[in-house]
């Protein structure tokens, strides 16, 4: 059996601050070499040279290494960047605890793993689904699941292709499956979550045409980020286990538009939070731990029936509109903009909307 998890939020102050880590290991809430993963949202412009995702990751690895984790360098540290809108920059912690109350409810557990060396040639491709696939199969074992229903929540963090990578592929012989680095992101990504489909039993093996084409083929759990600061996937299962005990739950839906607040509600409630039928942030009393969620811009170019322009505005990409719009959203439905929203969700939830998960504290 796993052990107990202990999770909380802490706020981001500045590009290369890490003190909300230093200060819950310092007051003793957590012990730095119980820290299992860390996801959080960075401050920076969500693309390719987004350079805030690293700064992050060296902060928050320093203060483990300087507490005394035994190994930071192996913790996943999964940093999403853009805080577009009134999206506040943050990172979710989680670690092990040995102080934790029995309970034979379902509570949250949580597994890592890293997957097989992704190369350039495997992204968008087959090899890189498979990979993750396994990935993802061990992170579950890590966790105590056997259950595929009983995860909630696959945060990734994989490659993109660079001009680097995209050049060393080419000294080896081999193609990548596209060449400019931007759109490799959503590439990246989209595979990704096809490969946790698969691992969770949802989808079949996709074929190559499938992949980034096929929107019927989708994870209703799969987040899935992707950045140069990596060359594998970074695998954190979260789902619940009878028997491992503590405070916490986690529960999911989807939204099924940019507009669905009823899709994290019931992600909300899926979490173990009783609500009235037409909820308001007060009645979370400070129960909700955070909430993660993917979005895209629905490809047809409407929202509920009316036109919109995100796709077509050469003045600010859509990744920055939508993620503005959904952060907006959840922030309504949870009372606070320190909440997790990451953009290019092909194959993660159905097409223009994405998963929900929801971690709330049961006391």
């Known amino acids: 059996m796993p052990e107990p998890i202990e999770v909380r939020k802490v706020a981001i102050e500045s590009v290369t601050d890490a003190s909300g880590l230093s200060r819950l290991i310092d007051d003793g809430v957590i012990e730095a070499h119980r820290v299992l993963a860390v996801i959080g949202k960075t401050e920076g412009n969500g693309g390719v040279n987004d350079y805030t995702r690293i700064l992050a990751d060296r902060a ?39 102080d934790a109350e029995p309970s034979q409810e379902p509570r949250l557990s949580v597994g890592v ?22 990935g993802v199969r061990k992170a579950m074992e890590a966790a105590g699941i056997d259950d595929p229903a009983d995860v909630h929540y696959v945060q990734t963090k994989t490659p993109l292709l660079t001009l680097a990578t995209i050049n060393d592929a080419r000294s080896r012989g081999q193609d990548v499956v596209v060449e400019d680095t931007g759109p490799s992101m959503d590439i990246s990504n989209s595979t990704t979550a096809l490969g946790v489909a698969v691992a969770l039993g949802e989808i079949g093996t996709p074929t190559a045409g ?24 970074q695998i ?18 989807v939204m099924r538009d940019a507009l669905d607040a009823d899709g994290i509600w019931a992600a909300i409630r899926s979490s173990g939070i009783d609500l009235p039928e037409r909820p308001h942030p007060s009645d979370l009393d400070g129960r909700l731990v955070n909430v993660f969620m993917k ?16 796709l077509d505005d050469s003045d600010v990409h859509w990744h920055r509109q ?21 953009v290019a969700a092909v194959h993660q939830g159905p097409s223009g909307g994405g998963p929900v998960a929801a971690i709330a504290d049961l006391g």
């Open 295 to 310: 979005c895209e811009a629905d490809p047809s170019g409407r929202v509920r029936g009316r036109r919109n322009i995100m």
């Open 210 to 233: 499938q992949i980034h084409r096929d929107l019927s083929l989708y994870s209703s759990v799969a987040s899935c980020s992707s950045g140069v600061e990596l060359d594998r996937a």
């Open 113 to 134: 793993a890293m997957s097989e060396v992704i190369l350039p040639e495997d992204i968008g491709r087959p090899a890189m689904v498979e990979k993750v696939a396994a």
């Open 60 to 98: 928050f690895r320093e203060v483990l290494a300087e507490r005394g984790h035994p190994a930071p360098q192996d913790v996943p540290l999964v940093w999403s960047g853009g805080t577009d809108g009134v999206l506040s920059p943050h990172a979710t912690i989680f670690a092990t605890t040995a």
């Open 322 to 342: 939508i993620k503005a719009t959904v952060g907006g959203v959840a922030a309504s439905v949870t009372g606070d903009p320190a909440v997790f929203v990451s």
């Open 236 to 253: 954190v299962v979260v789902g619940n286990v009878r028997g491992i005990g503590g405070r916490y739950r986690i529960g999911h839906s």
